[in-house]
């Protein structure tokens, strides 16, 4: 078993940031690669961001430029820096982990 926490997420304006994180507890040995995946109403699930353990990380188009994915190897936490925020961005954020392991997902919405 592996759980996943998220935390992070809220309300900003267009041009803001937020970071989350996802804190993973369990067997997390066998987690090879993490990754931020978004829902917005009527949509489906995307990625949004991975990153391996050995730091090597891919990102969606649409957020190239703007958002980081890191991990903290010594916290088991993984991390999603936001920054110039819009209001398409607005969703409910996943954290993934190999093995099909789901995070509870947090609310962001982007104001314009």
């Known amino acids: 078993q592996v759980q996943l926490v998220e935390s992070g997420g809220g309300l900003v304006q267009a041009g803001g940031s937020l970071r989350l994180s996802c804190a993973a507890s369990g067997r997390i040995f066998s987690i090879n690669a993490m990754g931020w995946y978004r829902q917005a109403p009527g949509k489906q699930r995307e990625l949004v961001a991975a990153?391996?353990?050995?730091?090597?990380?891919n990102y969606a188009d649409s957020v190239k430029g703007r958002f980081t994915i890191s991990r903290d190897n010594a916290k088991n936490t993984v991390y999603l820096q936001m920054n110039s925020l819009k209001p398409e961005d607005t969703a409910i954020y996943y954290c993934?982990?190999?093995?099909?392991?789901w995070g509870q997902g947090t609310q962001v919405t982007v104001s314009s």
């Open positions: 990153i391996t353990s050995g730091g090597s990380s």
């Open positions: 993934g982990a190999t093995g099909g392991w």
